[in-house]
């Protein structure tokens, strides 16, 4: 349980947040303000929101649980699965979608393909926030819990209070700039961890010998790369087909949460920088995230839950005043990454569903009036889907799982959308459809099919290639657009005038 300073920490940093989302809101006066922030931000607020968007309280707590549970393999997703992305889509792809002038990756696809493909590709990127936030909400009842022996169900509610209403006062302006408060907090609060806990724990050497007592295969857990044999998610296979050539380009390409805020930028040359400093964060990520997984094997090698790793190592380590500290600092994790997901969710409900199909001549007061309305939805349903994270095996499986279903799919269009101009548009239509369907028939013949019970790498990479494979064979077969129709949406096909 935390002291009295330990409180005082949090509460600083909660009214700290709180009016920094206020001082933003006299900037949002329209819904390009709330959206893209005026696109005036500056690269390195723009780096530091995309880490700590992507990297919160459930990282903190899942990772460290699937360390706590199968050792250092999980760290291929910030090291393999995230800074070779990073620097394609900084290089290729956020010039590419900049210069459009789009505010979502489906309005994207559905200049380059057609209506239908922009919609589903939409829909499907909200269910996946409106899961995935659930998932989060939950992450902060397990921390609460833990640390300060509050209900699951107040834990939750206060959470999406406080991010709500920040995230409505300010945008994505106060989004990004309280992302970049909260990253400096978590990483501070991270290494304070690492620090201590290899301190207490004797060193690398010391938490080694500790886990071969407690651990029959302990060398398991220091292996980056698990054979194809594995019990755990986390096959070599898996890791080079599905993470690296799918779910790592995918989500770092075609995921709106991490591409919203490039869009934001002030300029190109802002937006390719912007990924290219989040990249180079990303990679002391594993460090913060995975190691105190393994130190709470040493310190606490019985829980019955691995996401308890981190929550417990945390109470049984850090003094007085760091407590505090690396509370915000989950709770900053935690926020950020709902606040990426609310704005981006109301991005796409309002501009790719709402104003295409509904009400296509609102004004533009109106449109960011719905976008206030789909942040407190979107809240609101999180809160009451925050249980479904309970039918996996750990915070981060769920989270994968859920990604798995489409990102392939999505991924397989994005990529021969723009580098192959014989790609028709019910070639994306039929590729989106026809892969997403693949991944549900994956999943339900799974037993069968997989000898992992959670086979979400595989899944990401044969909805992929089935994606690739259905938008070139109905291409082919189908009419080719005008080339005038090309112009500024295919690589290499500058746009005339």
Known sequence: MLSGIDY?????????????????????????????????????????????????????????????????AV???????????????????????????????????????????????????????AFNLGIVFWASAVLLKTLMGWPEWLSIILTAAVVGLYTLMGGLAAVVMTDVIQMVIMFIGGAAVVFLGFHEVGGW?????????????????????????TQTPYPWTGI????????????????????????????????????IWAAFLKMFIPVLVLFPGLMAIAFHPALEDGDMAFPTLITSLLPPGLGGLMFAALLAGLMSSIDSMVNSTATLWTKDIYQKYMRSDATDAHYLFVGKIATVALLLFGVLTSGVSKYFAGLYVAIQTFLSFFQGPIFSILLLGIFWKRATQWGGLVGLVGGITVSGLLYAFKGALFTIHDPFLYVSWWSFVAGLILTVTVSLLTQPHPYQRLEGLVFGLAKKG
């Open 8 to 72: 005082f920490v949090v509460v600083a940093y909660l009214v700290g947040i709180m009016l920094l989302g206020l001082y933003f809101r006299q900037f949002v006066r329209s819904s390009k303000d709330f959206f893209l922030a005026g696109k005036a931000l500056p690269f390195w607020a723009i780096g530091m929101s995309i880490v700590v968007s992507d990297i919160g309280a459930q990282d903190f707590v899942g990772i460290s649980g699937q360390a706590y549970r199968h050792g250092i």
């Open 75 to 129: 760290g291929n997703f910030d090291w393999i699965g995230s800074v070779p992305a990073m620097l394609l889509a900084a290089f290729i792809f956020v010039p590419y979608f900049w210069k459009a002038g789009v505010y979502t990756i489906p309005e994207c696809l559905g200049r380059r393909y057609n209506d239908g493909v922009r919609a589903l590709a939409s829909l499907t990127w909200i269910v996946f926030f």
């Open 205 to 229: 050497t010391g938490m080694v010998d500790k886990l071969a007592l407690v651990r029959e295969n302990h060398q398991s857990y220091l292996e980056l790369m698990q054979p194809v044999d």
């Open 240 to 275: 080079l087909f599905g993470l690296t050539f799918v779910m790592a380009n995918a989500y770092m390409i075609g995921n709106q949460a991490v591409v919203q805020r490039c869009l934001a930028a002030k300029n190109e040359w802002h937006a390719k920088a912007s990924m």
